[in-house]
């Protein structure tokens, strides 16, 4: 009788907890994430007290450091360090820029050197300018008319682009390989438009990269109202000139890290899951957007995971990359290193697009998985968050698609982002923190549907 | 021979011009707003240049001319004013809050008179605070604990919900009834947790109201912040004080306006769809989300759908409602006048959800022109504004629902909305261009859907 009355008890209390259903998984998710989400206050600190954190800078070393011991304190089981040599450049402290000889005169124009561009050294460089839409109008007008000027790309982003991201891959060349176009016709500097959907006096920086066996020439963005302000003036008289001055260069290669904090999986633990962001941000704003959000919401939602109580099967890890901006060495060495070491990574995901609302994901992966993963999508209706897109992922992930591990990319709205990006107006100001935590919240529950279901 | 080549011109000339599809019309629509859309500049002005605007107040007056004059400039077929009585509540000069007699001795505290609410004049209340979630609380508590006393409403907003209005919803009866609920057990006055997600020290309006038959005490609201460290103040000690001083009033009721531009329709010219927002704000901030913005993209739809030189069937108006704040005078009016008038009213939209990105719409209609709607959804998942949801419409046009009008809301996504409403955050700066552009076109988009389609 009194076995009878345990077993009915025991019976009772496997009734009464059943396996609980994706639904309500997401559910506990989201509410933790919404009521008790810390992602907001960990980015206040990394924004403010840490601030803008390029590679090989101390700031840069400072935000490993952090990250690390943020994750040590979840209680993470693991945190270690993935030792990766990167490039340092440095921006120098004297930027100067000017419109001179124009119709209205001298015009101070705010300039911003773009990463990885060597400087002009005192005395800057000064010259007439040659506007140019694109690199076919470059080369039709050629060496002869080219050489010893200032070659100015304006070619806009084009607002009609709905996701943001397809204007700014339509632009964007002309910061990367404009200056190295020009330099090949003789010119000997190079001004770009920023990359921005913005109508203000900010200039945006990024990347460019010197084509080998090319003259090096400096290349500076300036704001969206200047290029029109410059543009017009050229309209007018061709004679002007721009003069500008950077200190910018590249200093010898340092070791830093990537950050990497891990729950050991119950049942295959040596299949792994990642989350991750870039830990280094350009040197002007903070990179609160870009991308201290990824960061924080990839450690966010592995604590939202532990905090749950969920036991996961396989190993899930948050991964804050090093050097995306200027070298993506992070996301290569990591792929050399789970490659090397034998680490199956099931699925990557990225968050770098910004903190803003999500609206869904992007994928790169197989028919049959895509078709898993889809099936996922209407319990992400609830949350605004189900528009499911074919490609992408996330730059420091890419490296890993070649060991057919299925690439993930958080996608939220684009309509503020280029507003940002890579600019001085990159603040934790801009941050929402119902929009970022709603991110963490969809990163932790893609992660547990992975997991959970599994793919091919 | 000739008439053979001038028909197969005419042929060819034909071939080559069809009817714009649905698809490209949207397309049109979008690409207009986006690449010389006007509702940025339009909006910068009215939140500038005249700023928040009260019923009854100057600045009010001058947002009904400067609108006028705004829809007459556009070329709109005809612009008229309707005079509507509207009340005419001001703040007065001097709010003064203090936590006094607590464990921290005395502490200024932002406060914000409730609108509508009567001041308590010179020398402000004193009294001893009663902390409560809601009216079962009160009730409970009785007159016995709450005669003489300042009743605390502190029963914060639930940050699960995603729709941040279903959390408003679920706490704003504390700020609308809230006075009068407490009055009636002998409260002296109220004090109300600011209806917000946010976590600052920012308070928020909006308007409250007073009962038949039940004294008139007044009522304030207090930031988050504040509202927290009152609770926990009190909970250390409950004799602690609250001081709050006064002198907002109502004085008599003033004229003032909807202001109305029409497109006067080809085909149906006495057949009416509406989109409005409502002109008057409250008295903090600069009302640029609420709902300038609905104001300027109802005037930018129109000026789109004017400019691409679309023929309407039906007469396209853009209202701008008088006093949706603290009265919804101009709602009511326009129903009336609508109904007085015999002017049919197919359907009618309203932006008040603040000029974020849209997500899609809300409507009140039949099941058949629900289905009708539907059946356009795809036509909006391009611009990522494809949720589509029952219900709702806005506060404005509700008073239309009552002659079978479709009642449609834009559906801007939410996560932003309660930082700033009825509270000084509420200025231009929150404005995303593109955001606030992306409403203009998808309410153009959906005006001209059912101008071209039709309901039932």
Partial sequence: MKFLILLLAVLFVVQVAPAQSDEEMLKRIYDKALEKGESYEMLEFLSKEIGHRLSGSPQAAAAVEWTRQVMIAYGFDTVFLQPVMVPH?????????????????????????????????????????????????????????????????????????????????????????????????????????????????????????????????????????????????????????FFFETHSEMLPEVLSYNVIGEITGNKKPDEYLITGGHLDSWDVGDGSHDDGAGCIQSIEALRILKELGIKLNHSIRAVMFMNEENGLRGGRKYAELALKNNEKHIAAMESDRGGFIPRGFTMTTTDTNYETISSWMSLFEPYQANIFLRGGGGADIRPLGAQNTTLIGLYPDSQRYFDLHHSANDTFDKINKRELELGAAAIASMIYLIDTHGLK
Same sequence: chains 1, 2.
């Fill in 89 to 241: 450049w440095v921006r120098g402290e004297v930027e100067t820029g000017k419109i001179v000889k124009s119709k209205i005169g001298t015009k101070d124009v705010n300039i911003c050197a773009l990463g990885n561009s060597i400087g002009t050294g005192s005395g800057g460089i000064r010259a007439r300018v040659v506007e140019v839409k694109n690199f076919e109008e470059l080369e039709a007008l050629g060496s002869r008319n080219i050489a010893d000027k200032i070659v100015f790309f304006n070619r806009p982003m084009d607002p009609t682009f709905i996701d943001t991201f397809s204007a700014y891959g339509g632009a964007v060349n002309q910061r990367g390989q404009g200056a190295s176009r020009a330099a090949q016709l003789g010119a000997i500097g190079v001004v770009v438009r920023s990359m921005t959907l913005a109508n203000d006096d900010v200039p945006h920086t990024g990347a460019m990269n010197y084509a080998p066996d090319v003259p090096k020439i400096p290349a500076v963005a300036i704001s969206t109202k200047d290029a029109d302000l410059l543009s017009s003036l050229l309209a007018d008289d061709n004679n002007l000139e």
